[in-house]
C-alpha cells in the first residue's frame, strides 16, 4: 500500500513537470515568433501598390522609371512622398504581442478576407508580394491590420485617409511646379517678363526705372508655383469656361518648351438644379497635359491682375519747383506794405 501511495506521488510530479515544460516551450516559442518585421518583402524592390476598399473601389499605382504614377488616371504623376511614407511603415513594422489570433477576432476587427475596410496590396515585378487588410479602429489615428496568411492582429499609427482608393487623394498637387531660373520669357495679358541678370524682369524697363523686387518675387513664384486641387478627366466639358478663358498665358523655357495656361471659370449646367458650388476654383487646361485641372481661385485672381505698374517705379528726380514770390497772404505777420508807405512819408534829417 505504502508503495502504492509513492508510486502515484511520483506520477503526479511527473505530470506536474511535463505540463510546466509544455507551457515553458509554448510561451519560448511564442516570445520568439513575436519578433522581427510584420512583412517580408524589401520596400526597394515595391514596383506597384492596389488599394481596395470594402466595396470595391480600387485604385491601383506603378512605379516607373523611379516615379509613381496613376495608370488609371493617364498615368499622372501620384504623390511619391506620401506613398513613400506609406510604405515604409509598412516595411518597418515589427512583430508584437498581438492585439488577437482567431477569426472570430479577425472579422469582428474588420480584418477578415470577406470583411475589411481596406485592402493593400504590394507588387513586386507587377506581381501580389504581400497583403494587408485593414480594418476598424481602436483609438485616434490608429487602425487594426492583419497581413495575409497570418493569424496576428496588430495596430498601427495611420489614417484612413490614407488608404482612400480616390485618385484625387493620390494627385502630386506640385506637378506644375518650376524653378525661376528655368523660365526665359513671361506673357501676360498686361505684362511681359524676360529673364535679366537679376531675374525676371519687365521686357521694356528703360532707364530711370527700379523693379519692385519684392512685388516681382511674388508674381513669379504664382507662376511657377501654381498648386492643382484635383483632377477632371480629359474632357472638355461647356459648364468649364475654357471657350471664353477668364485668363491665359504662356511660359517659354530655357529649354525651348513653351507652356500655355488656359483658365476657365467654372458654370453651373443649364439644365442643373443645383446650387453652383460656392468654392472660388478655376478649370486649367495646361499644353502638356492631359488631364484637365482643379486649381484654387486665389491663385487666379492674383494672376489675373498682374500689371507693370506694381512692378516698376521711376527713380528719376524731379526738376524742382521755382520758388513763388511770397504775396502778402503768405506771411501776415509782416506786415510789407504799412512799412512802405511809414518810410515814404519820413522827411530827409536837414543837414547840418
Known sequence: MKRWIIFCALLVVVQAGLTLWTNVGQQVNMGTSAKGPLLSVQANAIDGLMLTDAAGHTLNFNKKD????????????????????????????????????????????????????????????????????????????????????????????????????????????????????????????????????????????????????????????????????????????????????????????????????????????????EKPAVENRYVLKVSDQEQLLQVEGWQVDALKKANRQELVKSTAKEAAAPVAPQTENEHPEIPTQPLQAEQATEAPAPVQ
Open 66 to 273: 523611379g516615379h509613381w504614377l496613376l495608370p488609371d488616371s493617364g498615368n499622372f504623376p501620384a504623390d511619391a512622398i506620401r506613398l513613400q511614407a506609406l510604405i515604409d511603415s509598412l516595411i518597418n513594422l515589427q512583430r508584437g504581442w498581438p492585439e488577437a489570433t482567431t477569426s472570430e477576432a479577425a472579422t469582428r476587427f474588420k480584418v477578415a478576407p470577406d470583411n475589411f475596410v481596406s485592402k493593400l496590396t504590394l507588387l513586386v515585378q507587377q506581381k501580389p508580394a504581400s497583403v494587408i487588410y485593414f480594418g476598424s479602429s481602436p483609438g485616434l489615428r490608429k487602425l487594426y491590420l492583419r497581413a495575409d496568411k497570418d493569424a496576428d492582429i496588430h495596430s498601427m499609427s495611420i489614417s484612413a485617409r490614407d488608404l482612400e482608393p480616390k485618385a484625387g487623394e493620390w494627385i502630386d498637387t506640385t506637378v506644375l511646379h518650376l524653378k525661376a531660373d528655368q523660365v526665359a520669357l513671361v506673357h501676360l495679358p498686361n505684362l511681359e517678363l524676360v529673364q535679366g541678370e537679376n531675374g525676371l524682369q519687365p521686357a521694356d524697363l528703360k532707364d530711370g526705372e527700379t523693379l519692385n523686387t519684392e512685388k516681382r518675387d511674388i508674381l513669379v513664384n504664382r507662376l511657377t508655383g501654381l498648386s492643382i486641387f484635383a483632377l477632371l478627366g480629359k474632357e472638355v466639358k461647356p459648364e468649364y469656361g475654357l471657350e471664353h478663358p477668364a485668363l491665359a498665358y504662356s511660359l517659354a523655357l530655357k529649354d525651348g518648351r513653351t507652356i500655355s495656361y488656359t483658365f476657365g471659370q467654372m458654370q453651373k449646367p443649364a439644365d442643373s438644379k
